[in-house]
């Protein structure tokens, strides 16, 4: 089965924890058999010579490179609210997610979506899953359902 996964964290280098979970759940499915590609917002930390047994294609959203500034851990301001530049690059990343990564599937045809977080990715599958017919499944981390319940 071939596996498409959308995150905006996910290691970039060695020692880097964000994200470790999603690429532990990754690694597992590859074990398992599994194709796996990571769809993830570029990064200018991110490690190419780091060795991956997941397929990793970061996608760039912005130019220059050093306003790649979401995701990571650095999109909320203390888990609380959105920093303001996070406002400003939003809407970057969603057209560049959902153009690219819609292509992307498109040539790779994945048999599953799974997107980590509501937003962005959620929204970014639920668009990729509408116009390509391929199923989504999103997984919602608790800290994200708390801040909606009030």
Sequence with gaps: M???????????FAGD???????????ELVRQGEEVAVWAPYDPAYDPKLSRTVRLEPYRF??????????????????LSLRTEAYLL??????AGIATLTRRARAWR???????????????????SRRLS?????????????????
């Design 2 to 12: 071939r596996i498409g996964v959308l995150t905006h964290n996910y290691p970039r």
């Design 17 to 27: 924890f964000s994200g470790v979970f999603v690429e532990a759940l990754c690694e």
């Design 62 to 79: 912005i130019w220059p490179d050093r306003l790649h500034r979401l995701g990571y851990m650095r999109t909320m301001e203390s888990d």
């Design 90 to 95: 939003s809407p970057a990343l969603f057209a």
């Design 110 to 128: 994945p048999h599953v979506l799974h997107a980590h977080w509501l937003l962005p990715n959620g929204f970014i599958a639920a668009v990729m």
């Design 134 to 150: 391929i199923p989504l499944v999103v997984s919602i981390p608790r800290a994200q359902m708390h801040r909606w319940q009030g």
